[in-house]
């Protein structure tokens, strides 16, 4: 195992990188495309960030993203960073047990090398890296500190059928989602709810910060004012889309905000508005904007997590896939 190691870790370097055009295109062509890796997201976000490339002779296999601390010495995640560590670029000569095992490679090295470089490290990997054993197996054979793994889970659902111009209740994604959430949907064509994309970014932080009230959080001006930030930013470079639905009156319900890259979406955040719980509009915002998705490209939407049972039960409902992900995190006792 550790002449294996070593051989390994011959094979790469890791080279400082920008955040930039380049890195972008990088992201765009890789199977595991993730819009938390994209610079317009991360330009959205304040902290310090190390980012390279992982280099294997003169090609780029990889791309690392990591948020520390203001020493640089601790790798400690970012809240609004549901994803980073590292992203595997696009590998075309390759089959796909050779893909896996490239992929194997890169991460036995990516792991040793945090732990060489970092005191401290909290990972939260894509949910596309489902072996992780290069991480469990770090400094297996010796007496010292072990990555500690961390099981999270996501909800995927398939939005192809939406791209066609059939009865949106007859999609395969709604004859798999729960009977109550079949119900919601059905009210909201029932209703006249209508989606449609909306700038109104004021509206969905003061929305936003009453639903969290409603569950016993209080979020502070900064809080707010960082949401309204990230929205605006994300809606500027338009990998960010906001959604309204709004009862036939054309009074507001419910917001929903999607981050996209490639053919993946992601549902960053809900807000409801507290005069109109009793209607259809939390549902009627993600189903109907499943379909504006769709006929964007998006072929797929990550719901972000279900990992409290309120959010589990509501996201699950939809009738998408459960995806595993994982959190690992390090810590050198040794350090000071």
Same mark, same amino acid.
């Given at each position: 195992? &550790?002449?294996?190691?070593?051989?390994?870790?011959?094979?790469?370097?890791?080279?400082?990188?920008?955040?930039?055009?380049?890195?972008? %295109?990088?992201?765009?062509?890789?199977?595991?495309?993730? /819009?938390?890796?994209?610079?317009?997201?991360?330009?959205?976000?304040?902290?310090?960030?190390?980012?390279?490339?992982?280099?294997?002779?003169?090609?780029?296999? $990889?791309? +690392?993203?990591?948020?520390?601390?203001?020493?640089?010495?601790?790798?400690? &995640?970012?809240?609004?960073?549901?994803?980073?560590? !590292?992203?595997?670029?696009?590998?075309?000569?390759?089959? %796909?047990?050779? !893909?896996?095992?490239?992929?194997?490679?890169?991460?036995?090295?990516?792991?040793?090398?945090?732990? #060489?470089?970092? =005191?401290? !490290?909290?990972?939260?990997?894509?949910?596309?890296?489902?072996?992780?054993?290069?991480?469990?197996?770090?400094?297996?054979?010796?007496?010292?500190?072990?990555?500690?793994?961390? +099981?999270?889970?996501?909800?995927?659902?398939?939005?192809?059928?939406?791209?066609? =111009?059939?009865?949106?209740?007859?999609?395969?994604?709604?004859?798999?989602?729960?009977?109550?959430?079949?119900?919601?949907?059905?009210?909201?064509?029932?209703?006249?709810?209508?989606?449609?994309?909306?700038?109104? +970014?004021?509206?969905?932080?003061?929305?936003?910060?009453?639903?969290?009230? %409603?569950?016993?959080?209080?979020?502070?001006?900064?809080?707010?004012?960082?949401?309204?930030?990230?929205?605006?930013?994300?809606? &500027? #470079?338009?990998?960010?889309?906001?959604? +309204?639905?709004?009862?036939?009156?054309?009074?507001?319900?419910?917001?929903?905000?999607?981050?996209?890259?490639?053919? %993946?979406?992601?549902?960053?955040?809900?807000?409801?508005?507290?005069?109109?719980?009793?209607? #259809?509009?939390?549902?009627?915002?993600?189903?109907?904007?499943?379909?504006?998705? $769709?006929?964007? /490209?998006?072929?797929?939407?990550?719901?972000? &997590?279900?990992?409290?049972?309120?959010?589990?039960?509501?996201?699950?409902?939809?009738?998408?896939?459960?995806?595993?992900?994982?959190?690992? #995190?390090?810590?050198?006792?040794?350090?000071?």
């Amino acid at each position: 195992m &550790g002449v294996a190691m070593d051989m390994v870790q011959k094979h790469y370097v890791m080279e400082p990188a920008h955040i930039d055009e380049q890195w972008d %295109r990088f992201i765009l062509r890789s199977p595991l495309v993730s /819009g938390f890796f994209l610079s317009s997201y991360l330009k959205a976000l304040s902290g310090v960030f190390h980012t390279y490339y992982c280099v294997k002779g003169r090609e780029k296999v $990889a791309v +690392v993203l990591l948020a520390v601390s203001l020493d640089e010495t601790q790798v400690i &995640g970012h809240g609004t960073l549901i994803h980073d560590g !590292i992203l595997m670029g696009h590998l075309p000569n390759l089959n %796909r047990a050779q !893909i896996h095992s490239e992929y194997f490679d890169i991460l036995t090295f990516f792991s040793t090398w945090l732990v #060489s470089k970092y =005191n401290q !490290i909290k990972l939260k990997l894509l949910p596309q890296l489902q072996d992780i054993r290069p991480f469990q197996w770090c400094n297996y054979h010796i007496a010292a500190p072990k990555y500690s793994i961390e +099981v999270r889970y996501t909800s995927i659902v398939d939005i192809t059928s939406f791209t066609d =111009n059939s009865i949106l209740t007859e999609s395969p994604l709604y004859q798999n989602a729960s009977v109550s959430r079949k119900q919601q949907i059905r009210y909201g064509y029932r209703d006249q709810i209508t989606v449609c994309e909306s700038n109104d +970014v004021a509206q969905f932080v003061d929305f936003y910060k009453l639903t969290m009230l %409603r569950q016993n959080i209080a979020m502070s001006e900064a809080d707010l004012m960082f949401l309204s930030s990230l929205a605006m930013s994300l809606l &500027g #470079s338009r990998i960010g889309h906001l959604f +309204v639905a709004k009862d036939k009156m054309g009074s507001a319900g419910s917001y929903a905000l999607f981050l996209i890259a490639g053919l %993946r979406a992601y549902y960053l955040f809900g807000a409801n508005n507290s005069q109109m719980r009793s209607s #259809s509009t939390g549902t009627a915002v993600l189903w109907q904007a499943f379909s504006m998705l $769709a006929k964007k /490209g998006v072929t797929e939407v990550d719901l972000e &997590g279900v990992n409290s049972p309120q959010r589990g039960w509501f996201k699950l409902s939809f009738g998408g896939s459960i995806q595993p992900y994982f959190w690992c #995190s390090y810590s050198n006792s040794n350090s000071n």
